[in-house]
């Protein structure tokens, strides 16, 4: 039997985790925290994609359309987290928030999405992990690294 689709989204919720932990930790270096920022955008557009692209029923628009809802207030969450000065207490705070709201959807999402799924379209249940794998790859072969990073020190200095 392959990998069930709730292995593959702790995967990304620990992925994400891992990434915005990083982004809190103030002793990391800039290119660190660079590529804990690319990893932290790509894994959430990748993830919130390959949900939104999820087989269409009409049982199960509500609860996607809820998980959807999700990952546009990270997406926002996040792009506050990048205009926002580094190394400073808005970003330290922006990136808490963020964490949060993470933290709390992938609790949500990995117990009440996934059993509503499964509850709601059991012919499609099996399939979900193939397709959201291939739909995050997809997504994440058409991205581009490296958000930019506001240097507080450099804005001052122009």
């Known amino acids: 039997m392959g990998?069930?689709?709730?292995?593959?989204?702790?995967?990304d919720h620990d992925d994400l985790d891992k990434g915005l932990v990083t982004l809190l930790d103030r002793s990391q270096?800039?290119?660190?925290?660079?590529?804990?920022?690319?990893?932290?955008?790509?894994?959430?557009?990748a993830h919130a994609e390959a949900i939104r692209n999820s087989p269409a029923r009409p049982a199960l628009e509500m609860v996607v359309e809820e998980a959807a809802h999700a990952h546009r207030l990270q997406e926002i969450a996040l792009a506050a987290v990048v205009c926002t000065p580094l190394h400073?207490?808005?970003?330290?705070?922006?990136?808490?928030?963020?964490h949060e709201l993470v933290t709390d959807h992938s609790r949500y999402?990995?117990?009440?999405?996934?059993?509503?799924?499964?509850?709601?379209?059991?012919?499609?249940?099996?399939s979900l992990a193939g397709k959201f794998a291939?739909?995050?790859?997809?997504?994440?072969?058409?991205?581009?690294?490296?958000?930019?990073?506001?240097?507080?020190?450099?804005?001052?200095?122009?």
């Open 134 to 158: 291939t739909e995050r790859l997809r997504q994440l072969s058409m991205l581009v690294p490296s958000a930019p990073v506001y240097i507080a020190d450099l804005a001052r200095a122009s």
């Open 3 to 11: 990998t069930d689709i709730l292995t593959l989204l702790r995967r």
């Open 29 to 45: 270096s800039l290119g660190q925290i660079r590529t804990a920022l690319d990893g932290v955008r790509l894994g959430l557009t």
């Open 88 to 98: 400073t207490q808005d970003w330290y705070r922006r990136c808490a928030a963020l």
């Open 109 to 126: 999402e990995e117990t009440s999405v996934l059993s509503a799924l499964r509850a709601l379209a059991p012919d499609v249940y099996p």
